[in-house]
Structure formats: C-alpha cells, structure tokens
C-alpha cells in the first residue's frame, strides 16, 4: 500500500500525518473516537483545559486497551490449553487404534 497524507484534529489543535493508505480509515475512526471522549469528558465535567482533557481521554483508553489486551491474554491462554488437550485425546486414540490392528 502506499503512503497519504493526511491531517488530523484533535482537541483543536490540527496534526498533519503520513500514514498508510490502508489505516487512514482507522487513524480517522481513533481521531473521532477521541475528540468524541474529549466532547465527553468536557460536558461531564466542566474542564476546558485540552490538556487535562486529553490527558483523562489517554487513561481511559489505555485502560479499556489493557483491560481487552489482559482479556484477549486470557483466552488465547485457554484456547491453546484446549489444543494440548485434543491432541493429547489424539494421540490416545492413535494408540488404541493402533493395538486393535495388531
């Protein structure tokens, strides 16, 4: 894919970015959702300053991210325990197949 450029604004201030072409749709998706979190943060609770703004909108990003990271963690770490299982089952099976044709 190939390079664009684009620009970006969030919180007012407008960042001009090289991204590629295939994740312009998602740079513009996070862009939204921030500035949406940002709309949010300063209804809810009177702060003007984009600093803090920003700074409120980054934790909790990040903390949904780690939470679905530590999630997604967890049940790769099930999915491959399941695997180890079914192959073990294999095996055993592979093995009494194996006796009943001697």
Do not use: C, R, T, W
Request: proline share 1%; charged share 35%; glycine share 2%.
């Amino acid at each position: 894919m190939s390079d664009v450029h684009i620009k970006v604004e969030i919180a007012g201030s407008v960042y001009p970015l090289k991204v590629d072409s295939g994740e312009e749709k998602h740079i513009k998706e996070a862009v939204e959702l921030i500035n949406d979190k940002i709309a949010e943060f300063e209804n809810k609770y009177a702060i003007k300053d984009k600093k803090d703004l920003l700074g409120m909108v980054m934790l909790q990003l990040v903390a949904q991210l780690n939470k679905q990271a530590s999630s997604a963690e967890k049940e790769l770490s099930h999915l491959k325990q399941l695997f180890a299982d079914v192959e073990d089952m294999l095996k055993d099976h592979l093995k009494q197949v194996k006796n009943i044709s001697e």
